[in-house]
């Protein structure tokens, strides 16, 4: 959960259109924690990063000053050095913002691809499957 302070928010008082992007980094940065993939263990034990490719935003109705969202975090499909994501920004009144994140895996300090390591792919995977099986429901980490 995040909630919207005053630096977030634009003269009028709603989420600036690029504070989205922040509340969905620490989404991902936390659903890769809670499923054992923290970034610092990415980056010294096998020296790899995930950076944002590609990411397309939805903007669906304005999130207000001091409003608590949840970002949630799915899965849908995972390849060799990317991961695509669907995350949803929900407010008190619905959802805020959708956006569709491709992920690519590439070697610390360069920009050529790595591999996605299998024990990772098993965990992101999982996540997959679970929303999957869920029938459409929210899924993955940040569940309520």
């Not at 919207?4 to 989205?20: I, K, L, M, R, S």
């Not at 903007?59 to 949803?88: F, K, N």
């Amino acid at each position: 959960h995040v909630r919207v302070y005053y630096e977030d928010t634009d003269a009028g008082g709603v989420v600036y259109h690029a504070t989205y992007l922040q509340f969905a980094e620490r989404a991902r940065t936390e659903a890769l924690r809670y499923i054992g993939i923290p970034h610092a263990e990415m980056l010294e034990r096998f020296g790899l990063v995930f950076v944002v490719h590609r990411i397309k935003v939805d903007y669906l109705r304005p999130a207000r000053l001091d409003e608590s969202l949840q970002v949630v975090t799915e899965v849908l499909a995972v390849g060799g050095a990317t991961v695509l994501l669907q995350q949803q920004v929900i407010g008190t009144n619905g959802s805020c913002a959708m956006l569709t994140v491709r992920l690519a895996c590439v070697q610390a300090g360069g920009n050529k691809p790595g591999r996605i390591p299998a024990r990772w792919r098993t965990e992101l995977d999982a996540m997959r499957v679970a929303r999957m099986a869920d029938s459409g429901q929210v899924a993955g980490p940040a569940r309520p």
